[in-house]
């Protein structure tokens, strides 16, 4: 049970660091390509700071989601490792089956973050243009686009969170016998 117990955590730890890597870098580039309004990746090395608040919101906000999804692949590692009698996942379909856990969370959470700042421009868009405002670089608007993202991770990361716990695969417990 202890080596079951330390080689799933040594199994969580890999896949956080591992997963810190390619989340930064796959949510930077996704949100980078994905904004129609103005070339993001230009405007940070600009210096503009109101977008860079944005980014880095939106990459902490990204992290947020996939950390809820990051559970049901440690729940299915332990699984594996600690019923293998009961278990009829090879490593392969392990693997296949953890990576579609991660790969559905980062999908969950690119189309919040964006459905979320899409939604939030056509609402305040006869009062304010918040795509024009960020590409000036009004800071205020940055840390109000940010917040809108980091507040929509933190209800969208239960669903996830949820979800994911649900798709995870249940051992069977046998079968019962009825009195006849």
Known sequence: MFTTRLLTSFFEFF?????????????????IK??????????????????????????????????KGLGSVVSIFRLYISAPGENTLGV?????LSASHLGLSMLLA??????????????VRNHMHPGE??????IAVGIVLASVVLVAALYVGEGVSAISKAL?????????????
Do not use: C, W
Not at 22 to 31: A, E, G, M, N, P
Not at 133 to 138: A, F, P, S
Not at 168 to 180: A, H
């Open 34 to 67: 994905a904004n129609p309004d103005f070339d993001m990746e230009a405007e940070i090395k600009k210096g503009n700071v109101a977008v860079g608040i944005l980014v880095g919101a939106i990459l902490f906000a990204a992290s947020m989601i996939l950390q």
């Open 92 to 96: 392969g379909k392990l693997l296949l």
């Open 15 to 31: 896949l956080s660091v591992v997963m810190s890597g390619f989340v930064i870098y796959l949510t930077y580039r996704v949100f």
């Open 133 to 138: 405002e960020l590409q000036k670089g009004n």
């Open 168 to 180: 995870v695969p249940q051992p069977s417990i046998g079968q019962i016998e009825i009195m006849k």
């Open 110 to 123: 690119v189309i919040t973050i964006s459905i979320t700042l899409r939604l939030f421009g056509r609402l």
